[in-house]
Nanobody, 121 residues
Framework: QVQLVESGGGLVQPGGSLRLSCAASGTIFSIYAMGWYRQAPGKQRELVAAITSGGNTNYADSVKGRFTISRDNPKNTVYLQMNSLNPEDTAVYYC???????????????WGQGTQVTVSS
């Protein structure tokens, strides 16, 4: 199994920055795409940003130009640098990974426990 542990959330003022990290551990043969999702109160979970093992990225329109996703493949870690934060970015942010635990197994999607990001003055 694969465990994902997020860190870096917190309270920040509008216009501020935060950097989220997500480290994968456990039985891992390979990790393919990794991404960040968020869920605000009363709203559906939405994709924020994703990155393939080769470094190709995809962003939600609402965060383009403000957020940057990156990953360190040897460390099985994905990051989300969030700049120019605004109150609409307030949500629980979840890490997601598409991983294969052995060379014979198929891939599965794994989720972290979530980290709260609150943007408020």
């Amino acid at each position: 199994q694969v465990q994902l542990v997020e860190s870096g959330g917190g309270l920040v003022q509008p216009g501020g920055s935060l950097r989220l990290s997500c480290a994968a551990s456990g039985t891992i043969f390979s990790i393919y795409a990794m991404g960040w999702y968020r869920q605000a109160p009363g709203k559906q979970r939405e994709l924020v940003a994703a990155i393939t093992s080769g470094g190709n990225t995809n962003y939600a329109d609402s965060v383009k130009g403000r957020f940057t996703i990156s990953r360190d493949n040897p460390k099985n870690t994905v990051y989300l640098q969030m700049n120019s934060l605004n109150p609409e970015d307030t949500a629980v942010y979840y890490c997601n990974a598409n991983a294969q635990v052995t060379y014979l197994s198929g891939t599965n999607y794994y989720w972290g426990q979530g980290t709260q990001v609150t943007v408020s003055s």
